[in-house]
């Protein structure tokens, strides 16, 4: 074990020797005797100026080293940009026994800069390149960045360490109004050019107003491999590890937590161009993935960048934000959702194209063009599969009516009471969206597919066309609302083309009262910013055409028999009639004046009726007062009715009044008193018609029996007028025979 103890021996010899030059350096080496060179070193180094009040001293721990206090710094010849109460720079040991200081770490403490931004841009901390003073404009003395930039040199760099403790840094920008400031200690081990730097850093930032005011305070962790190329003058970071929480009034939730991790960070400062690769962020429960590409970066920047987010819950996320979801009909919805999109872009414009969304059962695909100046857009989304009644408040009961008479649910006379249209955020649109979804439900709806391309610029908006698919038949309507001036405007020119209507108002109202193919056109206007207001001054007109159809729960051929029994006082078989009213047409001319709604030339025909009708509904108290006038028509009358031919083409009134959100059926009766002077008209009518029969007949025989004298007396007439006519012959040939005699005399 001889040299187990001269080892011993050896060490303990080595030990002394290192710490009897230790006690030589510190009792007989005046590290003041550095000053200049280390302001040299600086200079050369790092093109730094070194401001040293204090006395330069040495420390023993952790490693060999000198301290200085009290020292500034400035950017080659500038003035001095930051200051530290102490600064403790590591050395090797041997050079010193030869006069020579070299440097292998640096641990600044305490570091205290003030960085500003005036108004005009111009920073506190810009480094004049040198020769610069001429007042020449050639350009062989151009001052531009990329000149700078060139004719600066990064020193070669050679530490172990360089640590900067508890350093406080202030940022004023009087161009924003922003004041940052931040308390961090950053730790570089390894520095060297072209090789990795392993980095950690910590920080406490509180960003503000200038006054201190609106202030949010952050806490970072960060973490990196970091290298410097001198040659080419650019930067990388690898393996980046970024952890933050973020506290703050303004906040929706306070702290907000993040993770950050980004697997390579690059920046050519020449080239001007940045990439992104490996992009890893996780917050609120959500998990970011991406790459991004950024060129020109300092003068002209464009950017391409792919971003996903995996499946999470929006619904989570809101309320980790503290928003407060209204309540919806199913409470499953909004669990799970993801994105997808690639965008591309510059200062001017940015393309995000595609755009793929998924939420709960439903699938967007979306491209979208944003110009920034002027602000204007090109949007287009195709989907599929959205139930839009999942998101809406659960169906409740009806609400009461509200007292007055108006028939207007309370909680619609309070939504009235508000804005529908954000009229500023109207003015400031200016673009285009076109929509194409398949597969839509809304308000129970059920819509095979909606189109809509609508335009927005200068205080309209315009919708040419909006189509919808649904229940074998096709609704279009073109639209326009124009919000510059004081009150909003809107025009709408609907029109409809064989829509069932019996399914689409039992899936929308629950209401079972027609059926049929149902044409409609027409031409709508209307203005205001209220319920109450749009309703009111709705004017136009409509034309309705439904064909093959029937009036449900309600038979007009009952109500006719049942009001001509009450008008005989005879008794009828109401159980004998069928439930429904059928049709074969039904035309519906709507007149539309301040939303009172006229239909002068209803009509509506089937094998056995004819009906016509006219009255008032008027929208705004939700009310009718209506008048049908009922015909049996036809040789095919109800054979359980208790007349029939008999009343054959009597139009009987049938008067609808009351609100019409209650059961139709109950609203609708027979005006008896109508029934008995219908009826009694026919009869007068029959009995006038008897009497004429009688009459033309009197008159038919006077005149016959007068024709027979007329005949008579002609004829009697005619024989004395043939007797004297003899007569008067047989005169006349008496005279000339007497006067030829004479003359026969006479010669």
Known sequence: MVWVKRLGLLLVALIALIIAAVIYVVVFVDPNQFKGELQKLAKEKANVTLRMDGDIGWSIYPRIGLSL????????????????????????????????????????????????????????????????????????????????????????IALDELALVNAHV?????????????????????????????????????????????????????????????????????????????????????PLKATLNVAQLDFDLPQENASLEGLKINTLGMDITGQVNA????????????????????????????????????????????????????????????????????????????????????????????????????VKEAEAVSEGGTGMPASQGAASEQDLIPVELVRSLNGHVGIAFDDVKVKNLQLDKIELDTTQTNGKVRISPAQVHLYDGVAQLNAQLDVTGKTPEMTVTPSIESVEILPLLK??????????ATNLAGDLSTRGNRIEDLISNLNGDLLVNITDGALLGTNYTKMVCKGIALARTETLNESAFQADTPFETMRIPAKIVNGEVSTPGLR???????????????????????????????????????????????????????????????????????????????????????????????????????????????????????????KKDEAKQELEDKLKSKLKDLF
């Open 295 to 394: 060129y020109q970066v300092l003068s002209a920047p464009e950017f391409d960048a792919v971003l996903d987010i995996a499946e999470f819950s929006p619904k989570s996320v809101l309320s980790q934000l503290n928003i407060e979801l209204p309540e919806m009909a199913d409470d499953n919805v909004l669990e799970k959702a993801s994105v997808s999109i690639t965008a591309q872009g510059s200062t001017d414009s940015i393309k995000a194209q595609p755009i793929s969304i998924n939420v709960d059962d439903t699938t967007i695909e979306a491209n979208a063009l944003l110009n920034l100046s002027p602000l204007n857009w090109d949007i287009a989304i195709a989907g599929s599969n959205l139930d839009v009644d999942r998101y809406l408040p659960p």
């Open 170 to 254: 202030i940022y004023e920008d009087e161009r924003t109004g922003m004041r940052s400031d931040v308390v961090s200690n950053v730790t570089f081990t390894n520095v060297r050019l072209d090789e990795a730097w392993p980095m950690k850093m910590d920080a406490a930032v509180t960003q503000s107003n200038l006054d201190g005011s609106n202030a949010m305070t952050a806490n970072v962790d960060f973490a990196a491999d970091f290298t410097l190329f001198a040659e080419r003058q650019s930067v990388s970071f690898a393996n980046v590890e970024l952890n933050t929480r973020v506290a703050g009034d303004s906040l929706p939730a306070s």
């Open 69 to 156: 206090e009290n020292f500034g710094i400035a950017l080659a010849n500038d003035p001095e940009l930051m200051s530290f109460s102490k600064a403790e720079f590591g050395v090797q040991l041997m050079p010193l026994f030869q006069q020579r200081i070299e440097v292998d770490s640096v641990r600044l403490e305490n570091l205290t800069a003030n960085l500003k931004v005036d108004k005009d841009g111009n920073p506190n901390w810009q480094v004049e390149a040198a020769g610069n003073a001429s007042s020449e404009s050639s350009p062989a003395n151009d001052t531009s960045t990329e000149s700078a930039s060139k004719s600066f040199t990064i020193p070669d």
């Open 604 to 726: 509506m025909q089937s094998l056995t009726l004819g009906v016509t009708g006219d009255g008032v509904i008027s929208l705004p108290t939700n009310s009718l007062n209506y008048e049908t006038r009922v015909a049996l028509v036809g040789s095919k009358l109800d054979g359980s009715c208790a007349v029939n031919q008999d009343v054959a083409n009597i139009e009987f009134p049938i008067v609808c009044k009351g609100n019409f959100m209650d059961d139709a059926a109950s609203l609708c009766r027979p005006d008896v008193k109508g029934f008995i002077s219908a009826i009694a008209g026919k009869e007068i009518a029959e009995a006038k018609a008897a009497a004429k029969v009688k009459l033309d007949a009197e008159k038919a025989r006077a005149q016959e029996k007068l024709d027979a004298e007329k005949a008579r007396a002609k004829e009697k007439l005619d024989a004395e007028k043939a007797r004297l006519d003899e």
């Open 507 to 516: 899936d929308f109202m629950a209401l079972e009262k027609i059926r049929g």
